[in-house]
T-cell receptor
């Protein structure tokens, strides 16, 4: 596997279900991100992890719960979601070290989530 | 806070014509700027970036962008559009915490 992978690619869940999205990066990066992409809305940053520590939470509802067990893996745990949470969820990673001159983020293919 | 504005949510060009996608930024510090492309049902792919140095930046697939501080712009261009360039294009600026603030995107349509 190379780059950033996400599983599953598609997910349909009811409002009472609990599910998890998984992201894995094979780039040796130290920062990982969750974005939400809805139709007709700009990409919304949800969470940022830097060296496994959460550094940003953009007022995301508590029904979304991130987990970063190590610098290569990132999860988004979902429970009691609403239909308006249906969207494409994108994971990204980057080299966020001060010494780095890269800064760009590498994205996974996303998980298309439908809440019924 | 750093932000970007993309003018035009939809742009249509003929195959072989010049592509121009506009992006203006707002930043209190020297900005790091990016253009990404997204094809249907895929994630975002980096086209090019500006951090420091040369203000004309060349990217993949024949695209380039010029950082103009005086105009606070970072417009994306390609001399000759191909059908395969049809996609969604996003301009982004990096904030102080390394996260990216994206514009709303511009959908590029290429007609035969």
């Amino acid at each position: 596997e190379t780059g950033v992978t996400q599983t599953p690619r598609h997910l349909v869940m009811g409002m009472t279900n609990k599910k998890s999205l998984k992201c894995e990066q094979h780039l040796g990066h130290n920062a990982m991100y969750w974005y939400k992409q809805s139709a007709k809305k700009p990409l919304e940053l949800m969470f940022v992890y830097n060296f496994k520590e959460q550094t940003e939470n953009n007022s995301v509802p508590s029904r979304f719960s991130p987990e970063c067990p190590n610098s290569s893996h990132l999860f988004l745990h979902l429970h009691t979601l609403q239909p308006e949470d249906s969207a494409l969820y994108l994971c990204a990673s980057s080299d966020a070290r001060i010494s780095s001159d890269s800064y760009e983020q590498y994205f996974g293919p996303g998980t298309r989530l439908t809440v019924t | 806070a750093q932000s970007v504005t993309q003018l035009g949510s939809h742009v249509s060009v003929s195959e072989g014509a010049l592509v121009l996608l506009r992006c203006n930024y707002s930043s209190s510090v020297p900005p790091y700027l990016f253009w990404y492309v997204q094809y249907p049902n895929q994630g975002l792919q980096l086209l090019l970036k500006y951090t420091t140095g040369a203000t004309l930046v060349k990217g993949i697939n024949g695209f380039e962008a010029e950082f103009k501080k005086s105009e606070t712009s970072f417009h994306l261009t390609k001399p000759s559009a191909h059908m395969s360039d049809a996609a969604e294009y996003f301009c982004a600026v990096m904030d102080s915490g390394y996260a990216l603030n994206f514009g709303k995107g511009t959908s590029l349509l290429v007609t035969p």
